[in-house]
């Protein structure tokens, strides 16, 4: 008399193990996805920030005019922050907005003069 005893696993248990290993695989992967797009945006504000801030200075330290102005330019909208030079041209630096990010608002132009306490005029910055 033959004993039919079979060992290992059926093709059930084995589909619900690749299934729980692979749902184990899946949750890093949507965890990077979504800190990935918080450190996008984290950058670009510091990037905003810094960017900002130097087109003050160069106002109030080189007295030349600058402006920040918001752009869409084919679905991106991006931030340029231009510089008068003494010779008539600009420089720009663009910073692209990240996708989750919309921004509006005014186009800012730092006048030269503005806000500098050793010309008299300490007031608010002319926008």
């Known amino acids: 008399m033959s004993k039919n005893k079979y060992d290992g696993f059926t093709l ?3 589909l619900i193990v690749l299934g ?3 749902f184990f695989c899946l949750l890093p992967t949507l965890s990077v996805v979504t800190w990935q797009k ?4 984290t950058r670009f504000f510091a990037s905003f920030e810094k960017s900002f801030q130097e087109t003050q200075q160069a106002t109030i330290i080189w007295r030349k005019s600058t402006y ?9 909208q991006q931030v340029v922050f231009t510089e008068n030079t003494g010779d008539g041209s600009k420089t720009s630096r663009i910073l692209k907005v990240p996708q989750q990010l919309k921004m509006y608002g005014p186009n800012i132009h730092f006048l030269v003069g503005s ?3 050793t010309t008299g005029n300490s007031g608010l910055a002319k926008y």
Request: aromatic share 0%; proline share 5%.
């Open 12 to 14: 059930i248990e084995v």
């Open 20 to 22: 729980v290993l692979s």
């Open 38 to 41: 918080q450190t996008e945006v």
């Open 68 to 76: 920040v102005t918001i752009e869409a330019a084919d679905q991106q």
């Open 115 to 117: 806000g500098d306490p």
